[in-house]
């Protein structure tokens, strides 16, 4: 029982270190590079030689634009999902840290997010 105890505390260490994380002058070029992605693809995966150098530099799996915003995925397993989102200027997202999929403030109009699939 205690060696169960022990593997569950270390699983919940390992995914709390996951959380994306981003120094706070990078956030507003992230954000301001995410809208100009947003301009030019309206929906759907942008490859790789696309992503400006601050998305580049935060070592996605991928980036996708949708209807709500762009999502720069750090960390995928299976369908449980995570990174940042850059909402669509005008765009309507929960600031909520417990729905799925959840929404997290980070800094100047950058969120978390994370889809738990």
Known sequence: ????????ALLALLACACTPSLPFSDASIVVAQGNQLLLHHPDGRIDKNEWPQAIAAL???HVRAAPEGLYICTR???VDQEGFFVPRPGAAI?????GDPSYTPLRDG?????FRG
């Open 59 to 61: 070592d996605p799996e």
């Open 76 to 78: 995928e397993l299976f």
């Open 110 to 114: 950058l969120f978390t997010y994370h």
């Open 94 to 98: 929960p600031h909520s840290p417990t």
């Open 1 to 8: 029982m205690s060696r169960t105890l022990s593997l569950l």
